[in-house]
């Protein structure tokens, strides 16, 4: 492969993925054909690269997607929970504690709540602190979620221009078979034409 930069100046995406090489000339890639393969090579490489971050981010995607709604539901209920008088009487719930299984509740008025902040850990907060940090996880995992479609739609569009650029590579590649073959058979027709040849 040639010296010059596969990647346009290093320059990435805002989460620093890096954007793929735009040929428009094969010759600022490739200068011989002995190059063809490291080329071709070298793209296949990125594109396996960019195709391993869509499938982590896909899934990553999809985690935040399940997560979102939970969060929603946890910031509604505090904000419920907020607007019960002290003096109201227990309200009846039913709660999720697990997939399948339900546990019914008498739920007395409170001025704070229990939130699992993962790893086992689950910490007492007052009503006001807890829709403040629900309300922060929210918007981010809105905010990544954001990203991560952004990010998704950003590779999608990096492994096309390599497949363009792959494909542009090889066929430069068979034009230059093709050519070489041409002046190959010129040069016998030259060789037979000549008296001695």
Same mark, same amino acid.
């Given at each position: !492969?040639?010296? %010059?930069?596969?990647?346009?100046?290093?320059?990435?995406?805002?989460?620093?993925?890096?954007?793929?090489?735009?040929?428009?000339?094969?010759?600022?890639?490739?200068?011989?054909?002995?190059?063809?393969?490291?080329?071709? %090579?070298?793209?296949? *490489? !990125?594109?396996?690269?960019?195709?391993? !971050?869509?499938?982590?981010?896909?899934?990553?995607?999809?985690?935040?997607?399940? $997560?979102?709604?939970?969060?929603? %539901?946890?910031?509604?209920?505090?904000?419920?929970? $907020?607007?019960? %008088?002290?003096? /109201?009487?227990?309200?009846?719930?039913?709660?999720?504690?697990?997939?399948?299984?339900? +546990?019914?509740?008498?739920?007395?008025?409170?001025? *704070?709540?229990?939130?699992?902040?993962?790893?086992?850990?689950?910490?007492?907060?007052?009503?006001?602190?807890?829709?403040?940090?629900?309300?922060?996880?929210?918007?981010?995992?809105?905010?990544?979620? /954001?990203?991560?479609?952004?990010?998704?739609?950003?590779?999608?569009?990096?492994?096309?221009?390599?497949?363009?650029?792959? +494909?542009?590579?090889?066929?430069?590649?068979?034009?230059?078979?093709?050519? *070489?073959?041409? *002046?190959?058979?010129?040069?016998?027709?030259?060789?037979?034409?000549?008296?001695?040849?």
């Amino acid at each position: !492969m040639s010296t %010059k930069s596969v990647v346009k100046d290093g320059s990435t995406n805002p989460r620093g993925i890096p954007y793929a090489p735009f040929v428009d000339k094969v010759e600022d890639y490739v200068s011989s054909r002995a190059e063809v393969d490291g080329t071709m %090579k070298s793209f296949q *490489e !990125m594109i396996s690269k960019y195709q391993f !971050m869509e499938v982590n981010i896909q899934r990553r995607s999809a985690g935040l997607k399940e $997560k979102i709604p939970d969060i929603q %539901k946890t910031v509604d209920t505090v904000r419920f929970l $907020k607007t019960r %008088k002290p003096d /109201s009487d227990p309200i009846e719930a039913t709660f999720e504690l697990n997939d399948t299984l339900y +546990a019914k509740a008498h739920i007395p008025p409170t001025q *704070e709540v229990y939130l699992w902040l993962g790893a086992n850990v689950m910490l007492a907060y007052p009503l006001d602190e807890a829709e403040t940090l629900l309300d922060s996880k929210l918007t981010t995992a809105k905010q990544n979620l /954001s990203n991560c479609e952004e990010d998704l739609d950003f590779l999608r569009e990096q492994i096309t221009t390599l497949e363009v650029a792959t +494909a542009r590579v090889y066929n430069w590649d068979v034009t230059s078979k093709r050519k *070489e073959k041409a *002046e190959g058979a010129d040069t016998d027709h030259e060789k037979k034409a000549l008296p001695g040849g």
